[in-house]
């Protein structure tokens, strides 16, 4: 057996070990991963939706149309304050220019509200929750070997009204709420997913919609009558129709071909209001018997088209269900960022195994060992006023 001698060793000849600073706060420490920013809920969403500024702005994933119809709006109204405002602002008066500005921008307003708002797009069911509703459907089932319903009866304004059971949100939709295909989501009061906009109408957003185009009604029946006088001046004025027609041809044919569709839209909405319907109701002859069964009355009209315009349109806003913004939990942080758990140090244990001691803790300083010779410096753990010779 090899022979060990110890010397002692005056311990204020050793020089004063330099102290390491502490790590700032924030900063990772030398060999670590840099911690991961915690994920929004946006992020992760199910849904067939995008996302802009950080989860404020919500819109669909096939929403190429939209900028198609704000394109139309633009061009139209630009080309009638160019060509045709200026002629009338000098032969009738100057409120014309005033109250086409006022009705574009209510337009726009109205067409970016209903575009990137959340039409009430309900959450889906958590694993719990899945599996609680599962236990009670299976529940309701018989002996027999028919599958258990999907559906349930509720009792709304002494109407019976049923809920299907949606097998991708798993859960039982409220009333009024359907699943819309494109966008993948439970809307509440789910009206249509309307391409020109480029987001689903439901509970949150049908009054932007509503008012959009009502507005782009008076807009273009406005811009289409001013169009009109302004042919109409220039024709008295002794140049004929064909030379007036020439001037301002673009927007009288835009206004002409969608006065129609627009007024036409306008009215169909305004009667599903002052019925208090929607227009998935409306197609699926829900309350109207046009799907072959009863004529039965729609339960949640209130007998008067004042308080169903109320109703519909002045209502307080609901909350949005679907935390954009919000960040996930703890656990589902640390199961999207498993990679980053650090393991503890072998070589610490391994020092505690053979010493018998408990292990240095890792942030603290590394203890001040003097230069040493021993054949097996790794498992040195001498005091600092001893050194292994031999």
């Given at each position: 057996?090899?022979?060990?001698?110890?010397?002692?060793?005056?311990?204020?000849?050793?020089?004063?070990?330099?102290?390491?600073?502490?790590?700032?706060?924030?900063?990772?420490?030398?060999?670590?991963?840099?911690?991961?920013?915690?994920?929004?809920k946006w992020e992760v969403f199910p849904g067939k939706n995008r996302f802009y500024c950080?989860?404020?702005?919500?819109?669909?994933?096939?929403?190429?149309?939209?900028?198609?119809?704000?394109?139309?709006?633009?061009?139209?109204?630009?080309?009638?304050?160019?060509?045709?405002?200026p002629f009338l602002v000098k032969h009738l008066t100057s409120c014309i220019p005033v109250i086409?500005?006022?009705?574009?921008?209510?337009?726009?307003?109205?067409?970016?509200?209903?575009?990137?708002?959340?039409?009430?797009?309900?959450?889906?069911?958590t694993p719990d929750e899945a599996a609680d509703i599962e236990k009670q459907i299976d529940q309701t089932g018989n002996t027999?070997?028919?599958?258990?319903?999907?559906?349930?009866?509720?009792?709304?304004?002494?109407?019976?009204?049923?809920?299907?059971?949606?097998?991708?949100?798993?859960?039982?939709?409220?009333?009024?709420?359907?699943?819309?295909?494109?966008?993948?989501?439970?809307v509440e009061r789910f009206d249509h997913h309307c391409p020109w906009v480029g987001n689903c109408v439901g509970?949150?957003?049908?009054?932007?919609?509503?008012?959009?185009?009502?507005?782009l009604s008076f807009l273009t029946a406005f811009i289409f009558g001013?169009?009109?006088?302004?042919?109409?001046?220039?024709?008295?004025?002794?140049?004929?129709?064909?030379?007036?027609?020439?001037?301002?041809?673009?927007?009288?044919?835009?206004?002409?071909?969608?006065?129609?569709?627009?007024?036409?839209?306008?009215?169909?909405?305004?009667?599903?209001?002052?019925?208090?319907?929607?227009?998935?109701?409306?197609?699926?002859g829900s309350w109207s018997g046009k799907s072959g069964g009863e004529d039965v009355t729609n339960p949640y009209s209130h007998k008067n088209i004042f308080?169903?315009?109320?109703?519909?349109?002045c209502g307080p806003m609901p909350p949005s269900l679907i935390d954009r913004r919000g960040f996930l939990p703890a656990d589902?942080?640390?199961?999207?960022g498993a990679a980053d758990i650090e393991l503890p140090t072998l070589a610490v244990k391994n020092e505690a195994n053979v010493v018998g001691e408990p292990p240095t803790p890792v942030n603290a300083p590394p203890p001040p060992f003097v230069a040493c010779c021993c054949p097996k410096p790794s498992i040195c753990l001498l005091p600092v006023v001893y050194c292994c010779t031999g």
């Open positions: 057996m090899k022979n060990c001698d110890y010397q002692q060793i005056d311990p204020q000849a050793l020089p004063t070990p330099t102290p390491t600073p502490p790590p700032h706060q924030g900063e990772p420490r030398a060999g670590e991963d840099k911690p991961k920013t915690p994920k929004r950080d989860g404020r702005i919500i819109v669909a994933r096939q929403s190429g149309v939209l900028p198609l119809t704000l394109g139309l709006i633009l061009v139209t109204s630009g080309l009638f304050f160019i060509f045709d405002c086409g500005g006022v009705l574009f921008v209510f337009v726009v307003i109205t067409l970016l509200q209903t575009s990137f708002s959340d039409p009430g797009i309900l959450p889906r069911a027999s070997y028919r599958p258990p319903p999907r559906t349930k009866e509720v009792l709304i304004n002494q109407q019976v009204v049923k809920l299907k059971y949606c097998f991708t949100c798993k859960m039982f939709r409220p009333p009024r709420t359907s699943h819309c295909s494109l966008c993948d989501n439970c509970k949150r957003n049908y009054r932007f919609f509503y008012t959009f185009i009502v507005s001013c169009v009109t006088t302004h042919l109409a001046l220039r024709a008295q004025g002794g140049k004929g129709l064909v030379f007036a027609l020439q001037e301002s041809p673009v927007e009288l044919v835009i206004c002409f071909f969608s006065v129609w569709s627009i007024l036409g839209l306008s009215g169909f909405h305004t009667y599903l209001v002052a019925s208090n319907l929607t227009t998935n109701e409306d197609i699926k308080i169903n315009c109320c109703s519909v349109l589902e942080s640390a199961q999207t």
